[in-house]
C-alpha cells in the first residue's frame, strides 16, 4: 500500500462544476503540499499547509492531521484546471537529516465546456 | 525574481553513457532538491542539498549522484545509464525544506535514453 494514496485517478467536469480531490496518508508528517502540474511537465506549487484551511482565488485546501487526510477544492472550474494535481507529504527527517517529500500518485482533473 | 532553472531541458543518451543534469535555484535559496518522474513510478525524490551537503538521499542505485556548489546551482549526474532512466528529472528550490519549506520548481529536464 502506498503510504499516500490520492482519489480519484481521474476526474472529468463541466465547467462550473465544484471539484474536490482527496489525499491520503498513513505516516507522520510536519507539513503537505498540493502541486499542480499541467501537460509539458512544469510543476506549480498551490498549497504547503499543516494545519487547517488555506484558500487561494477559487482553490481551497484542508487538512485533517488526525484522520491524516486532506481536500483540495476547486469552486466554479474552468477549462484552464485541467491538470494533474499531485499530494505530496512532508516526512520529518532523523537527528541531523532533513525532511523528504513522498508524492501521492496525483489525479488528472478535465474540466470541459 | 528568476524562477528554478534547469538545463538542458532535453537530451537523448544511448545505454551506458552517463549524463549531467544542471539545477539553478531561485536566489537566496539554499536548498535544491531533485526529483524523478516517470509514467509508471510517478514522482520520487532522489535527494536534497542544503548548503553544499546532501541531506537526505531517496531509495536509488549509486548510478545517481549529485553536488551543490558554494552559489547553491546544484548538479545531478547519471552514470552507466539504464533503458528505466529516461525520465523527466526535476529539481525544486525552497529556503528549506526541513519544516516544509515552499517548493518552487524548475520545468525539468527530460532524458531519453536510448
Known amino acids: 500500500k502506498n503510504e499516500v494514496e490520492q482519489s480519484p485517478q481521474n476526474l472529468t467536469a463541466q465547467e462550473g462544476e465544484f471539484i474536490t480531490i482527496n489525499c491520503s496518508y498513513s505516516?507522520?508528517?510536519?507539513?503537505l503540499h498540493w502541486l499542480q502540474q499541467h501537460p509539458g511537465g512544469g510543476i506549480v506549487s498551490l498549497f504547503m499547509l499543516s494545519s487547517g484551511k488555506k484558500k487561494h482565488g477559487r482553490l481551497i485546501a484542508t487538512i485533517n492531521i488526525q484522520e491524516k487526510h486532506s481536500s483540495l477544492h476547486i469552486t466554479a472550474s474552468h477549462p484552464r484546471d485541467s491538470a494533474v494535481y499531485i499530494c505530496a507529504v512532508v516526512r520529518p527527517g532523523g537527528a541531523g537529516t532533513a525532511s523528504k517529500l513522498t508524492f501521492g500518485t496525483g489525479t488528472r482533473l478535465q474540466v470541459t465546456l | 525574481k528568476a524562477g528554478v532553472t534547469q538545463t538542458p531541458r532535453y537530451l537523448i543518451k544511448t545505454r551506458g553513457q552517463q549524463v549531467t543534469l544542471s539545477c539553478s535555484p531561485i536566489s537566496g535559496h539554499r536548498s535544491v532538491s531533485w526529483y524523478q518522474q516517470t509514467p509508471g513510478q510517478g514522482l520520487q525524490f532522489l535527494f536534497e542539498?542544503?548548503?553544499?551537503?546532501?541531506?537526505n538521499k531517496g531509495n536509488f542505485p549509486g548510478r545517481f549522484s549529485g553536488r551543490q556548489f558554494s552559489n547553491s546551482r546544484s548538479e545531478m549526474n547519471v552514470s552507466t545509464l539504464e533503458l528505466g532512466d529516461s525520465a523527466l528529472y526535476l529539481c525544486?528550490?525552497?529556503?528549506?525544506?526541513?519544516?516544509?519549506?515552499?517548493?518552487?520548481f524548475g520545468e525539468g529536464s527530460r532524458l531519453t535514453v536510448l
Open positions: 542539498y542544503f548548503s553544499e551537503t546532501q541531506r
Open positions: 505516516v507522520g508528517i510536519s507539513a
Open positions: 525544486a528550490s525552497s529556503l528549506a525544506v526541513v519544516r516544509g519549506g515552499e517548493l518552487f
